[in-house]
């Protein structure tokens, strides 16, 4: 504060009681957040999780680089003194070949005992690189062509004084000199690489460089996925055990609530799926449209279905299994059926169901998968109506067809593990443009590397076709930062590009969903 003209540092006592007012106190004799006696903005009362977590994502990368720094030096040390060594043991090295004097071509291998001791004397112009011998012998190191301009080709030497040291020749010095260029080049990208870990401007110029970012849409606590859009365009969120509509202009509001009404224990991961209405093959039966249908995790394992006047009823019973994937069949190789993936025995079981709730086992050992799955189109390549399913924790995605064989899509190039890995996969609907947009959940998880926000992300229409991404194309989010790749299968091979990203504090669940604005 200013009395008298004169700076006063605040007496903590009165601004202890101006606790309402966020006044800040100086710590340390330094400010903390804004200058002792003003106010905070908005900005600085917002919570630091992102912040925090960016700063020391950054950290760690700057640390990981500063090894890779000291590792290139080292090497290139050793590097450098190899090629020394290399060099010096061709100038020490014993007798090998012997070359007669007056004839530079001629050689010997015997001790030099018959050889003429007549010393040799070089002609003008002479460009051998030689030191005469004790008794007019020259041991050769390595010869090789090599041209002169005017002179044709001949045979370069380097000799050593036999049963002596050697000397440096004009080509070994070369060679040192190539080997410290070499030596500062690699001590130089050691240390750009140092630099470039110093600070978060490195992950931020990395992510400017990719066309797409997922950003927050909306707040929802408790979120963990979302499926639809409904006949109306809302889509269902499963968000604190409940559910939730939104659509895609406004605020989240209550569905199914009060009696008859859908609720599931808090902390597990129910995730959600809609039907097409399509008919179920020879049953005659539907699962009902814009119905939304829940996995239960808890308790007896099963499947709740919720219609669309959010009256919940108990669809199918699963075995003792935990149920962690959910999906339906709208293009008709698995029957039209609901699927279901449940965590078994350190593998995956696949299970259908029909429209009147009888379940069926597809594949019993299938790779461990789950999150968001989803059922290809036919123009997915060779696995076009397979069911596709991620693995976070190596980054490979599965397909897993009607016969229950398992085959490799392709593998993330983006960090695998769990809770950072591959989560969510959905295909690009038809139809994509720029009033279109991509929704998934972030989860609030706390004491995880990713803590989640709470949040629905949102990747607009517009970024997606300057991304690039098309109908029919697969995408992939992973759990940790909302890492986004699209694979493209045709007849006989899958490409897979990075094209997004999201909040590094961000904790992805569930499946992706596309939506038109309206």
């Known amino acids: 504060m200013i009395v008298g003209n004169r700076y006063r540092r605040p007496d903590p006592a009165l601004l202890s009681l101006r606790k309402d007012s966020r006044w800040q106190t100086p710590r340390n004799n330094h400010p903390v957040g804004n200058s002792p006696g003003r106010r ?87 460009h051998h690189d030689r030191s005469p011998a004790g008794q007019g012998l020259f041991h050769v190191v390595a010869a090789r062509p090599e041209s002169e301009p005017g002179r044709g080709e001949a045979m370069v030497y380097r000799a050593a004084r036999a049963g002596g040291s050697g000397r440096w020749t004009s080509r070994s010095m070369r060679r040192a000199g190539t080997s410290l260029v070499l ?31 997922w950003a927050r849409f909306r707040h929802v606590p408790g979120v963990v996925d979302l499926a639809g859009p409904r006949g109306d365009g809302q889509l269902t969120v499963a968000a604190a055990g409940r559910l939730l509509l939104l659509s895609t202009s406004g605020q989240p509001v209550p569905f199914a609530r009060g009696s008859g009404g ?22 005659g039966c539907s699962f009902g449209k814009d119905a939304t249908y829940a996995l239960e995790p808890n308790g007896s394992p099963g499947v709740i279905s919720i219609d669309k006047q959010g009256q919940a009823r108990r669809f199918a019973s699963l075995p003792a299994v935990r149920p962690d994937g959910i999906a339906f069949d709208d293009v008709g190789r698995f029957g039209y059926r609901l699927l279901v993936t449940a965590t078994a025995r350190g593998g995956t079981t ?8 009888r379940v069926t086992t597809i594949a019993s050992h299938a790779p461990r998968v789950e999150g968001g799955i989803a059922v290809a189109p036919l123009s997915f390549g060779s696995f076009g109506g397979d069911l596709v399913a991620p693995d976070e924790t190596t980054g490979r995605v599965w397909a ?26 959905a295909f690009v609907p038809s139809g994509l443009g720029r009033d279109w947009a991509a929704y998934v959940a972030d989860r609030r998880s706390p004491g995880n590397r990713h803590p989640g926000t ?58 992706i969903v596309f939506a038109r604005h309206r």
């Open 454 to 511: 709470d949040s629905i992300l949102r990747l607009s229409g517009a970024e997606m076709v300057r991304a690039g991404i098309h109908a029919g194309e697969l995408v992939v989010t992973s759990e940790g930062g909302a890492q986004t790749i699209v694979i493209n299968c045709s007849a006989t091979t899958c490409t897979v590009r990075h094209v997004a990203d999201g909040p590094t504090a961000a904790h992805v669940e569930g499946h």
């Open 183 to 213: 030596l500062l080049l690699l001590i130089g990208l050691g240390l750009w690489l140092a630099g470039c870990g110093g600070g978060s401007p490195a992950p931020a110029r990395a992510r400017a460089t990719l066309p797409a970012r």
């Open 262 to 283: 859908y609720t599931t224990a808090l902390g597990t991961e129910p995730y959600i799926a809609m039907p097409t209405g399509k008919p179920a093959t020879g049953l």
């Open 350 to 357: 696949v299970f259908g169901v029909d429209c009147a709730g």
């Open 40 to 126: 905070q903005g908005p900005q600085a009362r917002q919570p630091a999780r992102e912040r925090i977590a960016a700063e020391q994502a950054a950290g760690a990368r700057g640390r990981l680089l500063t090894r890779i720094a000291s590792v290139t030096a080292v090497l290139a040390i050793v590097v450098t003194l190899v090629a020394v060594r290399l060099t010096a043991a061709e100038m020490t090295a014993g007798p090998e070949r012997w070359l007669r004097p007056g004839n530079p071509h001629a050689d010997d291998t015997d001790d030099g005992g018959q050889m003429d001791r007549q010393a040799h004397q070089d002609k003008s112009g002479s």
């Open 400 to 425: 897993i067809g009607p016969d229950g064989k398992t085959r490799l899509i392709a593998r993330s190039p983006l960090p695998a593990g769990g809770d950072i890995g591959s989560e969510s996969a």
